[in-house]
């Protein structure tokens, strides 16, 4: 009997310790695993961000590129993309829940998700709510995930819900460790982010 309380108890200490990664995670690559689950603490607790930088949309109807900004605060964000996007500037704001999309010459949309919104009104299927934790270096926890770390254990790559996303640079702001150039494969939308300034910020938990 004691034995068999030794095997269970062994069993249950193994699944906690790959439960680290989360359920949902492959983990593979060159990094150091507890210096993920590390990294990954700190980039999940960040939940403000003010960005600056261009985005590049290659797509069956629209390409070219822009500039971006994107406020965050904790579940509000306030995307804006303006330049030669095909269809103008456009400003996304909202929460979960309650979206409005603004496009110049067009007008003002709603709908209770940006993904419905982006897909009618700019025909981009972009998992805008995948892109919050993706910005950061982070799988999303609402579904499977494969991951590439490289040697500094940051994301070097990572694929989820049909999307690939590599990480090419990062750069240190504020103690964070932060995506500098990000590209994003869909099966109809490739989308280039290069960042030019961050400005990470906690807020709360």
């Known amino acids: 009997m004691f034995l068999r309380h030794i095997i269970v108890f062994s069993f249950i200490a193994l699944l906690a310790g790959c ?6 995670e492959s ?18 607790a960040l ?30 964000y306030d995307i804006r993309l303006s330049g030669p996007l095909g269809r103008g500037a456009a400003r996304l704001t ?29 025909g981009w299927k972009l998992p805008v709510s995948n892109l919050a934790w993706w910005v950061r270096g982070l799988p999303a926890p609402s579904s499977k995930s494969r991951l590439t770390l490289d040697a500094d254990s940051r994301l070097a790559s990572l694929e989820q819900d049909g999307w690939q996303v590599q990480y090419s640079a990062y750069t240190q ?8 150039r990000i590209k994003l494969h ?18 709360g938990q």
């Open 19 to 24: 439960a680290g990664f989360g359920a949902r």
């Open 27 to 44: 983990v593979e690559g060159h990094g150091d695993p507890a210096s993920w689950r590390e990294h990954k603490q700190q980039m999940t």
């Open 47 to 76: 939940d403000g961000w003010q960005i600056d930088g261009k985005i590049g949309i290659r797509a069956p109807k629209d390409s070219g590129s822009g500039t971006l900004f994107w406020l965050q605060r904790q579940d509000y």
């Open 94 to 122: 909202g929460r979960p829940g309650d979206v409005s999309l603004e496009v110049a010459n067009q007008g003002r949309y709603s709908a209770a998700s940006p993904e419905t919104l982006l897909e009618e009104q700019m």
């Open 173 to 180: 702001q504020n103690g964070y460790w932060l995506p500098e």
């Open 186 to 203: 869909g099966a109809n939308l490739d989308v280039t982010l290069v960042i030019k300034a961050w400005q990470p910020r906690k807020l």
